[in-house]
């Protein structure tokens, strides 16, 4: 792979790390506010959501320990993350926003210059942790909409195969060999049951 220093992938990488990072204690805190408003599989979902957080960010920040051209180098970033502790209903919502963002425009967006300034693996990366962020994005707009409409103990099942590491999706007959996301083997998937 080609140096990252003065990149700015190096630097959306960075971005990335600390995002997934203030997420896995951000989902920790909702989720002992979960659990103490009563919502313990919610508090769950926000414990094992934060776990894939930190995971990604554990992706994000290998590709720039793994660079020869970075030891000791300060890379700069400016960027914002929102704070919203509130009730479970605020906080489903506010990690729903987080997720869709990181969905939507802000991974796309860090694959296309990685793609360009020739980190394809980089850019794959994000490509496919963004799709996680939508599942992650999907799961909270379920849960807020079983808060709202009071049926958050009905359950419906799905036959998707879940990564247990880092989050990943995949609907198949039998699960991957490897995670494609992080490379676990194929021991880490489970039939993904959404009960909520």
């Given amino acids: 792979m080609k140096n990252l220093k003065g990149t700015k992938t190096a630097e959306n990488l960075l971005k990335a790390f600390a995002g997934e990072s203030q997420a896995t204690m951000k989902y920790t805190y909702y989720a002992s506010k979960a659990k103490k408003e009563g919502y313990v599989q919610i508090s769950n979902i926000f414990t094992e959501t934060a776990g894939n ?24 970033i400016n960027a914002g993350y929102a704070v919203a502790l509130g009730d479970t209903k605020a906080n489903l919502n506010s990690a729903a926003n987080g997720e869709e ?8 967006a860090f694959a296309k210059v990685a793609e360009e300034e020739g980190f394809a693996d980089i850019a ?26 009071g049926s958050v103990f ?14 990943y999706i995949y609907e198949g007959a039998v699960a991957p060999e490897k995670c494609p996301a992080c490379n676990h083997p194929q021991g ?6 959404e009960n909520y």
């Fill in 53 to 76: 957080e930190k995971e990604h960010a554990k992706i994000f920040l290998k590709y720039l320990l793994e660079d020869e051209s970075l030891p000791d180098t300060a890379i700069d």
């Fill in 124 to 149: 794959e990366s994000f490509r496919i942790i963004a799709g996680i962020e939508n599942h992650h994005k999907e799961r909270y707009r379920k849960l807020l909409a079983n808060i709202e409409d």
């Fill in 154 to 167: 009905k359950k419906e099942n799905s036959t998707l195969w879940k990564c247990l590491n880092c989050g």
């Fill in 101 to 108: 963002e990181e969905w939507d425009k802000l991974y796309p």
């Fill in 188 to 193: 880490y998937f489970e039939i993904l049951s």
